[in-house]
């Protein structure tokens, strides 16, 4: 499968899921949030991150003063829900991976989230890519280089749109400056919600 844009070796797929892909999936991640909470989560130094987080898999993304990093757990204590079959699909379908999903992390974005310059860079393998998907409203992307600083590009993302940072471009800064609110109804309540599929181990 051949992406739409490729933008600093990052691959988009623009358009990837129709509406009726997208609302099923967001069903599923209802699902997810039921069981595993949605949390803010705080950096290191202690800032509350802005995006609301939970996850589904092995593994779930965590944040706290001890660091970032995978856990088995929800901050909770439970186990986190699996990873649904549409979501294992989109990862089978554009990863080109012969690996098994091993974790999908679920980023709410409302009222003004948006998420700093950073790199993935809590797996073991960095020979596996991170997919993201975009759902609701857009974001403007923006992709910078492989050290810190630099000049960057941007891009809106929108939903139903899926991200591919893999190969030489597996360890680009990136981040999310901004979101419109109101530029999709997708999501009851308005808002963003962003799905990062990776494996972990
Ligand atoms: C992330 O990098 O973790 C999220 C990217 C996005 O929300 O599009
Ligand atoms: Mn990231």
């Not at 901050?75 to 974790?103: A, F, M, Y």
């Not at 810190?148 to 993302?157: A, C, H, Y």
């Amino acid at each position: 499968m051949r992406p739409t844009l490729a933008l600093r070796g990052v691959q988009v797929f623009q358009g990837l899921l129709d509406r009726g892909s997208q609302n099923a999936i967001l069903g599923e991640i209802r699902n997810i949030v039921v069981k595993a909470p949605l949390f803010s989560p705080k950096t290191p130094s202690g800032k509350p991150m802005s995006v609301q987080m939970t996850s589904a898999g092995n593994f779930g993304w965590v944040s706290d003063k001890s660091g970032y990093r995978y856990a088995p757990n929800h901050p909770n204590g439970t186990v986190w829900p699996e990873i649904p079959s549409s979501v294992h699909q989109i990862w089978d379908k554009v990863s080109g991976s012969g690996r098994r999903l091993e974790c999908c992390l679920v980023n709410l974005y409302r009222d003004g989230a948006k998420m700093g310059m950073h790199q993935d860079r809590n797996e073991a393998e960095f020979g596996e890519p991170v997919v993201s998907v975009s759902l609701g409203d857009d974001a403007l992307f923006r992709i910078g280089n492989l050290t810190r600083g630099g000049p960057t590009e941007s891009i809106w993302l929108k939903s139903g749109d899926v991200v591919v940072m893999g190969g030489d471009a597996r360890l680009v800064y990136h981040g999310v400056d901004k979101t419109r609110a109101g530029s999709s109804t997708l999501l009851n309540g308005g808002g963003r919600i962003n799905l990062t599929l990776r494996v972990v181990t």
